[in-house]
């Protein structure tokens, strides 16, 4: 059995496939909407009940993904020689466009057709067209610079307009875009912008990072135990995004890649397995252990839910591990590999599709979307949005930030 990768290896194939899989179910689960009868394992908790289902494991697992991958993109660019204000940039770039979507995104939500110039699934697709248009990953051809240029133009001239005629609130008192939360996008490009300050900050180093970790679970737990409440003057303009659970997530997720390859890719393979394993079984015991205190939910994001999540996510990605790396079953996994390849494309399609339905009444049968043929639909759903993000990958149509 092989232990560590080959010569010359730097890719970690388990995160690319980590990330399909994740993203895979990211839109069977944000599909579900659609059907009658699913049964409540699948679905997401209500607030303030003690419990979790699959679609509460979701996004928490995209946080860790985020943070594994960190120390590989930045690490490769301290390699090349970039300095960190260069790096510090790119950062910066990459999160505000991830915030800027999140916002659009959540206003969504709110957006009232009625007292709006457009429909509410128009401004959708244009929104999400004009994502594209902005954030395309366009041909680096000097020579197709021009088509650049303005297809940036138009996508943010698009956004501009949308965000101008924008109507949302109340019919009888509609209001303007707010910011009322950060959206899923949102709540990512927070994530990736604090762990990469942290993982910078600490120049790579495990120990710091691993400081912060607990820094920010020990934020987490003061919040939920109410001994934070002095601070609640401050906590409008400034404040841990979710109390300190979101940035956890990827900031366990450096620590994990940070052991992979101080032990794992150097072939001491036990003390890989023994740290991952360990940190697992004492993650699901505080979790566990402290669900007197708070409970576990999502939403309020309880700090045994952030242990638990955790822990599933570094147990996933150790089976990954074995299956990708050690048997080299890479390709058992190429049907969804475009979903961690062209990940922001694949989440985005769904707004054109679901904006598409709207406007043109069509719904399936009832028989197709209740109990198992409806969990099917959706994972046949999940699928072909897949394979549509495959062959725009295959026309050098995806995104890129």
Not at 69 to 87: C, D, F, V, Y
Not at 298 to 314: D, T, Y
Request: charged share 15%; hydrophobic share 55%.
């Amino acid at each position: 059995m092989k232990t560590a990768l080959r010569p010359g290896q730097n890719r970690n194939h388990a995160i690319d496939v980590f990330r399909a899989l994740t993203m895979m179910l990211m839109i069977f689960v944000n599909d579900l909407w659609t059907l009658e009868g699913v049964p409540e394992w699948l679905k997401h908790v209500p607030a303030k009940v003690d419990g979790m289902g699959l679609s509460d494991v979701v996004f928490p697992a995209f946080l860790f993904i985020v943070g594994l991958s960190i120390p590989l993109a930045i690490g490769n660019r301290w390699k090349r020689g970039e300095k960190n204000t260069q790096i510090l940039m790119h950062v910066l770039s990459r999160s505000l466009a991830l915030l800027i979507m999140g916002v659009f995104h959540v206003n969504l939500e709110a957006y009232q057709p009625e007292a709006a110039l457009l429909p509410k699934a128009v401004w959708q697709i244009l929104l999400t067209l004009a994502f594209f248009l902005i954030w395309l990953d366009y041909p680096k051809d000097p020579e197709k610079k021009q088509k650049k240029w303005i297809g940036k133009t138009l996508g943010w001239g698009l956004l501009f307009f949308l965000a101008v005629v924008y109507q949302g609130g109340d019919l009888a008192a509609p209001v303007w875009m707010g910011f009322y939360w950060w959206g899923i996008l949102g709540l990512i490009g927070w994530a990736y912008l604090i762990a990469s300050l942290v993982f910078i900050a600490a120049k790579g180093k495990q120990v710091w990072v691993g400081l912060a970790f607990l820094a920010f679970m020990a934020f987490s737990a003061l919040a939920k135990l109410g001994m934070l409440e002095f601070l609640q003057g401050i906590k409008p303009y400034f404040w841990l995004i979710d109390d300190g659970a979101t940035p956890s997530f990827a900031l366990a997720g450096i620590l994990v890649t940070g052991f992979y390859r101080s032990w794992f890719q150097k072939g001491l393979g036990t003390q890989f397995w023994l740290v991952l394993l360990g940190m697992a079984v004492a993650f699901l015991a505080i979790g566990f252990v402290s669900r007197p205190l708070w409970g576990i939910h999502k939403i309020g994001s309880s700090p045994s839910w952030v242990f638990i999540c955790i822990a599933i996510s570094m147990l996933t990605f150790g089976l990954l591990i074995i299956l990708v790396e050690i048997n080299n079953k890479k390709h058992w996994f190429d049907g969804i590999r475009p979903a961690g390849t062209s990940t922001l494309t694949c989440y985005l399609l769904p707004y054109i599709h679901y904006g598409l339905l709207s406007l043109t009444g069509i719904v399936l049968p009832m028989a197709l979307r209740t109990g198992l043929p409806g969990i099917l639909k959706s994972l046949l759903y999940a699928w072909i949005i897949i394979q549509i993000t495959g062959f725009l990958e295959k026309k050098k149509l995806r995104l890129k930030i």
